[in-house]
């Protein structure tokens, strides 16, 4: 067991009311003039922007809006935001949408109080002291960036996707309607899930098995995930379970399911070289890595496997056969994503199978040009995340 | 399924080194002058006491020391604490012990900026605005204070025990080192473990059966304490099981564990009138009271104690016979409080049957003279008060 840290201080207004505590919120948090950030056209056509906008004019606020932010979002637009919030003396960032105009946000956030380039954060140069305050209007369950600390941003200048983790950034508060994601596609939905899941499973997959209270918390949440993302692909409306679905999305990632244990986080990474090359669905690109990265490495604890086949997946533990039954439980993920329109492997995603060239550039990318490992599961070198393209390719 | 509110903002800092950053963390939390509130002998024995001090002095803090306090945490001593702070000029208070002296600290904290009388919280008459920053080290895992918005004191005139709640005095943090529990004696424990599982079971008891991942993350809760508490009443220093139950005293009173669904806490109020009379300890009230209850109201809604005889008490379910399984997961608990040293009845508690008067007594203060009711599963009024101590005897 490790020794933890666990700290989410953000404030969760959840509900079908909740939009309506908008303007009270921010000015709790110390907002007088705030950058409105969105993506595109859901939020301004379901009318949820002009609802939010107003709302803040109405409570005495002055806004600040900008738009266009793309899933895998680009240093660009947050260069444009930290020139913009300087210029018109914003003081909070309030993002409304979901995970990549959250991570704008927060880049942005960084961006505004820093003397130098914001990238410095990503690279790895510098760490940041201080941010404006941000908080979200959630639409899309997904990445749980709307109550942790992480934000990934690409910079377009070499397709380079790169996170950057500090409490500093953890939203003010998070306010959730489950309702506004009564019009996602079944795709996104299913991706999101998928993230969610996996934000989970990154914590789950560990070598600490003492901390029997994480793995409970832990597969309470890949149970329920599981279970309702059948319901809300049969009917989008379905204010039930989108809810269970939008709050699971951010305790999945809030750190509650990785107190005391080390977590891996290799698929995250290998997905986002993935993701940088070919700009695909984040959570559909994990879907089509995971059974290969779980392929590749299940012997470093194969007891492990079997926890998750049986306790997660309900695939019978043959108690003579761990080997097989941590098999079977990977096998199982596999129909769950076929299942809710996943992939399994990158020819899935992407309808062609990846060349030896690009299966190379992605290693040398996520290895930093070998310099690094990833994974707390198993280290991962070069070799290694080549393996893992190929068997997944 | 209710819109709610989730804010648990404290930090947590779990492990065998976290003392070591206590001085840090009140500092980083705005603290100069530090109250050190605590119990008794426990505290000074283990040396921690001296161990906090000598850190928080080490990392340049004033301190002033204030213990003796006492189980059922007293008005007299808030007042004494009060009066301390104001004329030392204690800006942070640092409660080193577990929930009552935690309580004691909160209510100091709204005390010392309010020009009034502190008991006007509690009595319903006033709501604090502010108050001063709240953190502890935590000794005793049992109340969940150290990341809760309510605590309770007991008021010496009238011996009236009263809880009152408010999100401004959640702590900054809470340090929580296993090993300081290792001293803890049996009774001590289970009752400890048998109060925080209360807290899950008071927000468990609900008619609002649509929030399924809240069932799910209670369920985890309470099955890992039901299974961790044998452990370290076998072996004290069984540092992984300390551990669990440590953490999930937290978790199961932060508030997570009740999202989305109307709350009970009947028991809890009837087990104040019983402190409050008999000073008896707070869990093993608990656990004399439940059963009583669960069988007074269980057929408001059967399938919810058929959902906790088997996903928590694994009573095997018997399909043709709800009724019956709810009542097996009754007496599941009741044979798990007996094997942890718990009593299951008042006259087992006490050590002998409650008068007639007694129990027309603690219902007329219970239900303020039968002026409200209590609890969310089934509203109880002062008569079903008395039938319940009654059941109970």
Redesign the interface.
């Known amino acids: ?9 953000t ?8 939009e309506e505590k908008v303007a009270d919120l921010v000015k709790h948090y110390g907002g007088h003039k705030v950058l409105v950030h969105y993506g595109g056209k859901s939020a301004v056509r379901s009318g949820l922007l002009d609802k939010i906008c107003n709302l803040l004019r109405e409570g005495g606020l002055e806004i600040v809006l900008l738009g266009g932010v793309v899933p895998n979002p680009r240093l660009s637009k947050v260069h444009e935001g930290i020139e913009l919030c300087r210029r018109e003396g914003v003081d909070f960032l309030l993002a409304v949408g979901g995970g990549s105009v959250i991570d704008s946000a927060k880049a942005i956030a960084y961006g505004v109080p820093y003397a130098g380039e914001v990238w410095d954060f990503y690279s790895g140069k510098a760490e940041a002291v201080t941010c404006l305050p941000v908080a979200s209007v959630l639409t899309i369950p997904a990445a749980g960036s709307e109550m942790s600390e992480a934000s990934v941003i690409t910079n377009e200048d070499g397709d380079i996707k790169v996170g950057y983790s500090n409490d500093i950034s953890r939203p003010k508060f998070a306010i959730m309607n489950p309702r506004r994601t009564f019009t996602l596609p079944p795709y996104q939905t299913a991706a999101g899930v998928t993230d969610m899941m996996m934000h989970t499973m990154e914590r789950y997959f560990t070598h600490d098995t ?4 994480t793995d ?2 832990a ?3 890949l ?2 995930m599981k ?2 993302v059948f319901a809300v692909l049969k009917d989008p409306e379905d ?2 379970n989108r ?2 679905i939008m ?2 999305g951010s ?1 999945a990632h809030n750190g ?1 399911t990785g ?2 244990v080390e977590e891996d986080w290799s698929t995250h990474s290998l997905e986002h070289e993935l993701s940088a090359m070919f700009d695909v669905t984040h959570g559909a690109g994990l879907a089509a890595i995971w059974p290969s990265w779980a392929r590749y490495v299940y012997k470093e604890e194969i007891s492990r496997f079997v926890q998750f086949a049986v306790n997660v997946m309900d695939v019978p533990n043959d108690f003579s056969d761990p080997e097989g039954t941590a098999l079977r439980g990977i096998e199982a993920i596999e129909h769950f994503y076929h299942a809710i329109g996943m992939p399994i492997n990158i020819h899935e995603l992407l309808g062609r199978e990846i060349t030896e060239e690009e299966i190379r550039e992605m290693a040398r990318k996520c290895s930093h040009d070998g310099a690094i490992r990833i994974g707390g599961f198993k280290r991962l070198a070069r070799e290694d995340m080549e393996a893992i393209y190929r068997m997944a390719k």
């Open positions: 067991m490790k020794d933890f840290n666990y700290y989410a201080p404030q969760v207004v959840f509900g079908e009311q909740s003492d901390m029997t209270f409970a918390l597969e309470a949440v149970r329920t279970d309702c204010y039930r809810a269970q709050w699971g305790i509650l107190c005391g």
